[in-house]
């Protein structure tokens, strides 16, 4: 989704809503993004400089990293980022001919809020069946 700035006035701002589905994450698909990210905020610009503020939330399918159980989870964040024209390489999110593509900032906020290591529950005793791979026997 493109958002046309061009026009933006200092001290103004255009509000947005997105909506949109993510890829799995993961090479081992352990993240599953079964409903749509949804964010809303706004632009602003802030006496010549962009400013994109706004808050996301999904809910995300995980296999549990200890006993392998599915459950789900919703995870919300904030973002804030500051845009600049494409002439302009040093800051990290330019605009595309005047407009602010918000599929090239929320989705990788969103995997960036993945944890590494994602449990069911926070006293996960895991699966006795498993075994531990650098003695051979059973998890500790």
Request: glycine share 8%; net charge negative; with cysteine.
């Amino acid at each position: 989704m493109k958002i046309d700035v061009r026009a933006l006035q200092d001290g103004k701002s255009v509000p947005f809503r997105y909506t949109s589905l993510l890829p799995p994450f993961d090479d081992f698909g352990r993240v599953l993004f079964p409903h749509p990210v949804e964010a809303e905020g706004s632009i602003t610009n802030r006496r010549g400089t962009l400013v994109l503020e706004g808050t996301w939330s999904v809910w995300a399918e995980f296999r549990c990293d200890r006993c392998d159980a599915p459950f789900s989870r919703k995870l919300s964040g904030s973002v804030t980022s500051i845009l600049n024209d494409e002439d302009d390489r040093t800051l990290p999110l330019p605009l595309d001919g005047g407009f602010c593509n918000l599929d090239a900032i929320i989705p990788p906020d969103v995997i960036l809020a993945v944890e590494t290591k994602n449990l069911c529950t926070d006293d996960c005793p895991g699966n006795p069946n498993w075994r531990c791979f650098d003695y051979g026997g059973p998890k500790e």
